[in-house]
């Protein structure tokens, strides 16, 4: 506490009147771009690792960033972050809606252990709140996360807007991440479909046809990658990439090919500059990749800019 006390004794002294020339500045004319959900774990620290400032955004805190879906909400009885929602995109007409959440969540290793009978019984929710706001705002995520029975490399499905319209998501395929965080990151993309299921964001964004819903198609469809697909993909991304696999291959070809001739030449000394023509090859190809890239990202793109 003494700490927190001494903070904010430096700030008056040493940021304040910065500060206070910053929040002038946006007073009158504040232009957040987002609303943005995230867990209230003292480590998240949003503005930072945003790089946002006084007026970038809303900014709402709860435990597992939870947004409730719109069935919760009635007249009488709502939570914040659905009325967060209604001040940032229908009051101040911002388009965007961004839900972070993150790894070792202290709420979501809770959640996963909400889902023994004992944990989440009745008798638990009414002296935990805690456990209370995740059984009831949370216990979708964990019966997706459950659905996929471990089996972590098969897509998952969310709804977005309509029925009709979805999006699909994988859940660490890799499996890099413990069990707890592969259910904060279904829970994070969980979240999104609960803010999709709000009317005021349909009422403030686009008109919905309800005549034409009833015939219009999923929009998403699913196909897996093939190997082939896969190497075309990579080739238009990073050619020069490509450029010099195909220069390491041709290189330690036509080395083994010039092998049978290399004379009283020594087999170390040979397989040395075979390696050092084989490695500049790639370094070549990489280096003009790298310039390219460059060229094409800050010298071509600032001309036409300007043109």
């Known amino acids: 506490m003494e700490r927190i006390l001494r903070g904010i004794m430096r700030y008056r002294v040493l940021d304040r009147a910065t500060m206070v020339k910053q929040f002038e500045q946006v007073q009158d004319h504040p232009v957040p771009k987002a609303v943005f959900y995230t867990c209230m774990d003292s480590r998240m620290i949003p503005t930072r690792f945003t790089e946002t400032s006084v007026g970038d955004m809303f900014v709402v805190r709860n435990a597992g960033n939870v947004v409730p879906h719109s069935q919760y909400f009635s007249d009488e009885m709502t939570s914040c972050e659905p009325a967060a929602m209604e001040l940032g995109c229908v009051i101040n007409d911002v388009r965007h809606i961004i839900v972070c959440g993150h790894s070792d969540c202290k709420a979501m290793n809770l959640l996963y252990k909400l889902k023994s009978p004992q944990e989440s019984n009745i008798e638990q929710r009414r002296i935990s709140p805690l456990k209370s706001w995740l059984c009831n705002h949370a216990k979708t995520s964990l019966d997706k996360f459950l659905a996929m029975n471990g089996d972590f490399k098969k897509p998952m499905i969310f709804t977005a807007e309509t029925e009709q319209r979805k999006f699909v998501a994988y859940i660490d395929p890799e499996d890099k991440f413990c069990i707890e965080d592969k259910l904060s990151q279904v829970n994070t993309l969980q979240q999104l479909q609960n803010v999709a299921s709000y009317g005021m964001l349909k009422k403030q964004k686009y ?51 010039k092998f049978k001739t290399k004379g009283k030449m020594s087999t170390s000394v040979f397989l040395m500059q075979l390696r050092v023509a084989a490695q500049g090859t790639v370094v070549s190809a990489l280096t003009l990749g790298l310039i390219y890239t460059l060229a094409t990202e800050h010298i071509f793109k600032d001309k036409g800019k300007k043109e």
């Open 207 to 257: 008109y919905v046809d309800k005549n034409s819903m009833a015939n219009s198609r999923q929009i998403f469809e699913y196909s897996e990658e093939s190997q082939a697909e896969k190497l075309a993909r990579k080739s238009k991304d990073s050619p020069f990439m490509i450029i010099g696999l195909v220069g390491l291959v041709g290189a330690v070809g036509f080395g083994a090919y």
